[in-house]
């Protein structure tokens, strides 16, 4: 089966705010570019790091369109799939499309409510599949936001054999549910890319087809290079040293990678809508520096 999209790290991207809070395009530029410094091999724009559940439609499509024209070489998917109503939901999906990103990704948990079953999701996905385009590549998100939902291996085989969907974010933090799906993909178009860091070398090794995570928004090189060489060198330590760091998602995120980002020289601010950059207290900002300087030593031990 043809699936183009790379292996590698896709990063989930950020998107800079101005001091008033209008989208930061300047900033966004200079973003793509540090990505592309950091070697990566996708970009994953308008996702839940994006704070897409905080912007407009129109600035959803927007940001996606800015990001594929200053993208260069680099495949680009986007999402921006956050209305409950069904309607809104194919406008937002083809709306997308119409940016030119190389595929677009539905979120698993838009598709049925929490409390709802499998048969439903797998209802609602069929009826939305009829009201778009059978040459639109397609992915899944199984975003955190409101709240998550795992796909099963069965839900998986099933897209998988669709040959419609491409890509996987998979946030489980669970191998054997990695494994499971990773079985089920084999030789289809459906690859997966796993978000979390702690099950990331095990999974690659497993056939994962790279890293799609928060992390890659601070030590995208370091990503890379598990991942480009995890098959025949002892990366061990390497994927020791990211698990612990990774730990920093939970501290202000993603005021804290935009600090970090700050540290890096990019001239954009803190700001953001999901968060108060208020709560990035003087002791994260400190943390925040401690993991640049863990970085920047292991980017000259391993790079």
């Not at 799939?81 to 406008?91: G, I, L, N, Y």
């Not at 900002?285 to 391993?302: F, G, S």
Request: aromatic letters at 10%.
């Amino acid at each position: 089966m043809n699936n183009n999209f790379p292996g590698g790290v896709w990063p989930v991207m950020l998107t800079p705010f101005t001091i008033e809070g209008k989208v930061d395009y300047k900033g966004l530029e200079e973003l793509i570019e540090w990505y592309k410094d950091e070697g990566v091999h996708g970009l994953f724009a308008v996702c839940q790091s994006s704070e897409m559940f905080f912007l407009s439609l129109e600035e959803r499509m927007k940001i996606a369109r800015f990001v594929k024209e200053k993208a260069g070489n680099l495949p680009v998917i986007a999402s921006g799939h956050v209305s409950d109503d069904f309607e809104a939901q194919v406008e937002e999906l083809k709306g997308m499309r119409e940016t030119g990103v190389d595929a677009v990704i539905l979120i698993t948990n838009r598709l049925a409510k929490e409390t709802e079953s499998d048969e439903i999701w797998m209802e609602n996905l069929k009826k939305l599949l009829e009201h778009l385009p059978m040459d639109m590549k397609l992915g899944f998100y199984e975003c955190p936001y409101p709240y998550k939902r795992i796909l099963s291996k069965e839900i998986t085989k099933w897209c998988a054999e669709t040959g419609r969907f491409y890509f996987l974010k998979d946030t489980s933090c669970d191998i054997e549910s990695i494994k499971a799906k990773l079985e089920v993909c084999k030789n289809t178009n459906l690859k997966l890319y796993n978000a979390n860091t702690a099950t990331l070398l095990q999974s690659l090794e497993a056939g994962a087809t790279g890293y799609s995570g928060v992390m890659a928004n601070m030590q995208g090189k370091l990503y890379t290079k598990l991942c480009a060489d995890y098959s025949h060198e002892d990366l061990t330590e390497l994927s020791d040293m990211l698990s612990i760091s990774a730990l920093i998602e939970r501290q202000c995120y993603p005021v804290n990678a935009k600090y970090y980002l700050q540290l890096e020289g990019l001239n954009i601010t803190t700001k953001c809508r999901v968060k108060d950059e208020k709560e990035l207290l003087t002791t994260f900002k400190e943390e925040v520096k401690m993991l640049r300087r863990i970085t920047q030593k292991a980017n000259k031990l391993y790079l």
